[in-house]
């Protein structure tokens, strides 16, 4: 089996998922490539994931932009890889 090179940006965003649901915060992922693996994820993790699942960066800054406006999700995070 071949070794996958990654930025390490999914488990960034997969430790910072589970400290905020550890804090009972609801967060946001947007995920401008739709490449968020759910079944790697706690399903506690999931009660209190916004998953916004984008088809392009300018649609990932727009959702980002209505998030970040409304001011109710305490973490929002950008996954535009």
């Known amino acids: 089996m071949a070794?996958?090179?990654t930025s390490g940006s999914a488990s960034l965003?997969?430790?910072?998922?589970?400290q905020a649901t550890e804090e009972k915060k609801i967060?946001?992922?947007l995920d401008g490539g739709d490449s968020l693996d759910v079944t790697s994820l706690d399903p506690a993790v999931l009660s209190r994931l916004l998953?916004?699942?984008c088809r392009s960066a300018e649609e990932t800054i727009k959702a980002a932009d209505l998030l970040l406006r409304d001011g109710n999700v305490p973490l929002v995070l950008l996954d535009l890889a």
Do not use: E, F
């Open 3 to 5: 070794a996958t090179r």
């Open 13 to 18: 965003i997969r430790t910072l998922l589970c």
């Open 27 to 29: 967060t946001a992922l």
């Open 51 to 53: 998953w916004v699942r």
